[in-house]
């Protein structure tokens, strides 16, 4: 499977935006997703998951009440619901697809990123 992100923009702090995941292929929905974001200097860091039938989810405790992962197997996409946004938010989203391992978390498959940028 191949995937690609977009959604990205400049907003303003307390804005929204949308990020989607497309993915090619047609095993789409036996794989669980992930979003990432990686700061400017710093490391990539995880955002959120979603489990391959949408029944679990887990987010990152900077993102979470303001951030809703979602996915639509029928189009092959993932989603990135972001509220709130806020200057920290600030990064290169990356979104990526790994095995329906739910307890293992592990992707090694991994989109181009798309650029949020939120200013204050």
């Known amino acids: 499977v191949q995937l690609q992100a977009s959604g990205g923009g400049l907003v303003l702090a307390g804005g929204s935006l949308r990020l989607s995941c497309v993915a090619s292929g047609r095993t789409f929905g036996s794989y669980d997703m992930g979003w990432f974001r990686q700061a400017p200097g710093r490391e990539r860091r995880f955002v959120a998951a979603?489990?391959?039938?949408?029944?679990?989810?887990d987010y990152a405790d900077s993102v979470k009440g303001r951030f809703t992962i979602s996915r639509d197997n029928a189009k092959n996409t993932v989603y990135l619901q972001m509220n709130s946004l806020k200057p920290d938010d600030t990064a290169v989203y990356y979104c990526?697809?790994?095995?329906?391992?739910?307890?293992?978390?592990?992707?090694?498959?991994w989109g181009q990123g798309t650029q949020v940028t939120v200013s204050s």
């Open positions: 990526a697809a790994g095995p329906p391992n739910w307890g293992a978390r592990k992707y090694n498959i």
């Open positions: 979603i489990n391959w039938s949408g029944s679990s989810t």
